[in-house]
């Protein structure tokens, strides 16, 4: 992901990483989300969705609790974005 457009912002202790993509897309999370997941075959998750008000700051999740191969896989999809 390094090589990627997306911004990592610390996390520690955690099977997450938030990610924010305001260099690739002025969309909504929730929208950036759907397109990541139909166009990219990456599933990730809006952070607006875990605030009461629905604040969006451009910040997706990515979880990789996964296997490596799955782990780069998804980040040579998402390096082109």
């Known amino acids: 992901?390094?090589?990627?457009?997306?911004t990592p912002?610390?996390?520690?202790?955690?099977?997450?990483q938030l990610m924010k993509y305001d260099r690739i897309s002025?969309?909504?999370?929730?929208d950036?989300?759907?397109r990541l997941t139909k166009?990219?075959?990456v599933a990730v998750i809006p952070v607006s969705?875990?605030?009461?008000?629905?604040?969006?700051?451009?910040?997706i999740r990515f979880c990789f609790a996964k296997k490596q191969a799955t782990l780069e896989q998804a980040a040579a999809k998402l390096?082109?974005?």
């Open 1 to 6: 992901m390094k090589e990627s457009r997306f």
């Open 9 to 16: 912002l610390a996390s520690k202790g955690s099977y997450f």
């Open 26 to 30: 002025a969309e909504g999370d929730k």
């Open 32 to 34: 950036f989300a759907v």
């Open 39 to 41: 166009e990219f075959g």
């Open 49 to 59: 969705a875990f605030y009461q008000n629905g604040k969006d700051d451009h910040v």
């Open 79 to 81: 390096v082109h974005i």
